[in-house]
């Protein structure tokens, strides 16, 4: 189910007005009724290419552009994978994802700590994935502000790598509670580690139980089977609903 930023993620400002005798007032803007907006029209046009998109989370250094990389080679003639990329400065990921096979379509924010639905919106007028296909979206680097953010998915992935230790979800439970799926990375190193990869799932699940987790390696290719077929069949359901139209 989709969440509607408007209603959960409205901006809440808290100020003390001089002379009101400590009274704090309430500000409450719904700052994201407009993207709430934006993102509706980009799921119908996804929904009507069938196209699958995919919201990919993560903080910084979890992983994300290497498990897409190596995505894009192994699925290549058997899933069409487009990217848009989203980082607040260089097009570096969007170079190494062209390098990998895919078309990719960088998106620099600046300042700015996360996609929105209108920048996506000109991504994909530019990028333009092929009807049945699967695009997925590299969110900024940052595990707060992307999941505030519809964008049009038809599912979130957050990552996080098991060198992030075990009490991200936690300490980070909006992007838990946002996501779809969880994708654990460079379990390879867990040998090296002093942590739990049952208690990083455990305190996942503790915070959203419908989670589907996939343990994976990039470097190993341990788990990667996995995640390859929740990407093939929610693919291939797109490329049906779309035939159905």
């Known amino acids: 189910m989709h969440r509607h930023p408007g209603e959960d993620c409205a901006d ?3 100020q003390t007005v001089p002379g009101s005798d400590g009274r704090t007032i309430e500000l409450e803007v719904a700052i994201l009724s407009k993207n709430q907006a934006l993102a509706e029209r980009n799921r ?15 903080g910084p250094g979890a992983g994300k552009t290497t498990l897409l990389e190596r ?14 990329e989203g980082d607040q400065a260089t ?11 895919a078309s990719a379509i960088q998106i620099n924010t600046g300042a700015g700590c996360h996609l929105d639905a209108q920048m996506l919106a000109g991504a994909v007028e530019r990028l333009q994935p092929l009807a049945g296909s699967v ?15 519809d964008l049009g998915e038809a599912a979130r992935v957050v990552i996080f790598s098991v060198t992030e230790g075990e009490d991200k979800p936690l300490k980070y439970p909006h992007m838990f509670r946002a996501a779809d799926v969880l994708v654990l990375s460079k379990i390879d190193l867990l040998p ?14 503790r ?18 089977d996995s995640w390859y077929g929740w ?5 291939q359901h797109a490329t049906i609903v779309k035939s159905a139209a």
Request: charged share 15%; proline share 2%; with cysteine.
């Open 44 to 58: 119908d046009w996804f929904v009507g290419r069938g196209v699958f998109a995919i919201n990919l989370m993560g």
């Open 71 to 84: 995505s894009i080679s192994e699925l290549q003639g058997v899933v069409s994978i487009s990217v848009v």
């Open 231 to 235: 990407v093939r069949r929610r693919g």
């Open 207 to 224: 915070i959203n139980p419908k989670l589907q987790v996939f343990a994976v390696s990039a470097e190993s290719g341990q788990g990667l």
């Open 12 to 14: 809440t400002n808290s």
């Open 91 to 101: 097009a570096r990921d969007a170079e190494r994802i062209r390098a990998a096979g």
């Open 135 to 149: 695009l997925i979206i590299e969110n900024v680097g940052n595990l707060v502000c992307p999941a505030l953010f």
């Open 192 to 205: 090296y580690l002093h942590v739990e990869l049952a208690q990083m799932i455990d305190n996942a699940l």
